[in-house]
């Protein structure tokens, strides 16, 4: 693994993976991006590996970090966000991460590659494994009262024409990860 802040890097898709070179490109493009970093799914080995990916990561949080702020720690597969496939909501996401306990959950991102649960969602896509763990995308988290999801094509019936109204779409109080996963909020 290695800690990518290089905006060339970032824009690339095969390096980044998809959610980060958009969110790249929309900082380029003037939007107002909270501060970012990708740790690539390029794997090292032995322990002098893992000490030195460690100070990278604490390098890397101490830009984007204060003693206040929390990130998130989550995908960014070549996979994802394509389009043919969207595989939201089937990696592990880790939200409000002290900057000191990124690694940990880092290595729980790329881990859920794995999972039975994305091996079902490769298959009813018809997609084979892809054998590689995502890229691993931090960022400051923003302190929100509301937050959303978008869809460009009705979730159920992937029609790109007319996105029909659900409970779901309703504005909610409570984080992403809660209404992506069907929970009850206030």
């Known amino acids: 693994m290695k800690v990518l802040k290089d905006l060339n890097q970032l824009r690339d898709r095969s390096i980044a993976g998809n ?6 490109e929309l900082r380029d493009a003037g ?19 893992a000490i030195l990916l460690q100070r990278e990561i ?27 496939l969207s595989f939201a909501g089937q990696f592990d996401t880790f939200l409000d991460v002290e900057c000191r306990d990124v690694l940990f959950f880092a290595l729980k991102v790329a881990r859920s590659t794995s999972s039975a649960h994305i091996d079902t969602y490769r298959k009813a ?7 590689t763990a995502p890229s691993v995308l931090v960022q400051r988290m923003v302190r929100a009262d509301a937050a959303g999801v978008a869809f460009a094509a ?13 409970r779901s779409s309703h504005r909610l109080r409570c984080s992403g990860s809660k209404s992506r996963a069907g929970q009850h909020c206030p």
């Open 125 to 131: 896509q018809g997609a084979g494994h892809s054998g």
């Open 58 to 84: 604490d390098l890397a949080s101490s830009e984007i970090c204060s003693k206040s702020h929390r990130v998130a720690v989550r995908s960014s597969s070549c996979e994802e966000d394509g389009e043919n």
């Open 19 to 24: 959610k980060a070179a958009t969110l790249a």
């Open 31 to 49: 939007f107002n991006v909270p501060p970012f970093f990708v740790i690539s799914s390029a794997v090292g080995s032995g322990e002098s590996s």
């Open 154 to 166: 009705d979730p159920v019936s992937g029609d790109t024409h007319s996105c029909r109204r659900t």
